[in-house]
């Protein structure tokens, strides 16, 4: 079982407390490095990283300490990220927007968008997302990294199922593939996103605990949707929030039999001496 090394503790989110207060950028981006560095060197080769503000800036930290460590990383990009292009449009203005997104890439995107929203129109939204993942790619290109997925926001995830837009799912997927990315569907309604019909060319990442945090509807329910719908899956599937946000403990996590459904866990930290025993842990019990 793999495991994805998550950034929410160096951008100071946590859901269970909220959001805490900041240290310096610069100390925030130091200690990421160090846990990165600890990471790839106990077999870690993936990164879910969100385009928050500064994030290239992490990026650029992480690029040297996965060289100097001697190893490569992949990114799985989270993204839309709305305060990334507000942050964008601050530093550089609209010209600045223009300069990354590119004038055709505004223009489809903004065509097509509101054309979806009139009654019995689906444009494709596939230049749309296209335009949007490139613009992030343009931003995320250091040398030891390498942006391997491109992950749609669960928040957007979410909206479009409970709005029965799964056409805007489908293109998300259909536009990572032309991009040659894997994509990844973020959802806190695993059941809803994983019974709706979309191929099963992506990865489904979700909340799923011993806990039932934000399991939705229930730990059990879930569980039980994957036990009997095992064929229907999609190619990959990852567990996130596995400790709650911690208010699990190790223990219970490890007597939870119903992760072997899953291909990897997401697991964030900020602290570099956990990476070591929760990686041996892990492999110990699930390989």
Request: proline share 6%; charged share 20%.
């Amino acid at each position: 079982m793999e495991i994805v090394l998550g950034d929410n503790p160096f951008f100071g989110v946590n859901h269970r407390a909220g959001s805490k207060p900041l240290e310096s950028e610069e100390a925030r981006f130091e200690e990421a490095a160090q846990v990165i560095r600890r990471a790839v060197e106990q077999d870690i080769a993936t990164f879910m990283l969100s385009t928050h503000p500064g994030y290239e800036r992490l990026l650029a930290r992480a690029d040297a300490a996965v060289g100097e460590a001697g190893k490569t990383l992949r990114i799985a990009l989270v993204l839309p990220y709305p305060h990334s292009l507000n942050s964008l449009v601050a530093e550089r203005g609209y010209a600045g927007l223009l300069g990354t997104i590119g004038l055709p890439g505004i223009f489809s995107s903004g065509v097509d968008l509101v054309r979806s929203l009139f009654p019995g129109r689906r444009a494709s939204l596939v230049p749309a997302f296209r335009s949007l993942i490139r613009a992030e790619l343009s931003r995320a290109s250091p040398g030891n990294l390498q942006v391997v997925y491109a992950c749609l926001h669960n928040v957007v995830t979410d909206i479009m199922l409970a709005s029965g837009r799964v056409d805007v799912l489908r293109g998300f997927i259909e536009a990572s593939h032309q991009l040659a990315l894997r994509p990844v569907l973020i959802s806190q309604n695993p059941i809803r996103l994983l019974s709706r019909e979309l191929g099963r060319n992506y990865t489904a990442c979700f909340s799923f605990n011993p806990l039932g945090y934000m399991v939705n509807p229930s730990l059990q329910e879930t569980e039980q949707y994957l036990l009997k719908n095992e064929k229907r899956l999609p190619e990959g599937l990852w567990a996130m929030q596995i400790l709650a946000s911690g208010a699990c403990s190790m223990e219970a996590l490890l007597q939870l039999d119903s992760l072997r459904a899953f291909d990897a866990l997401l697991y964030a930290t900020s602290r570099p001496d956990r990476i070591a025993p929760f990686a041996a842990a892990i492999k110990a019990r699930f390989g």
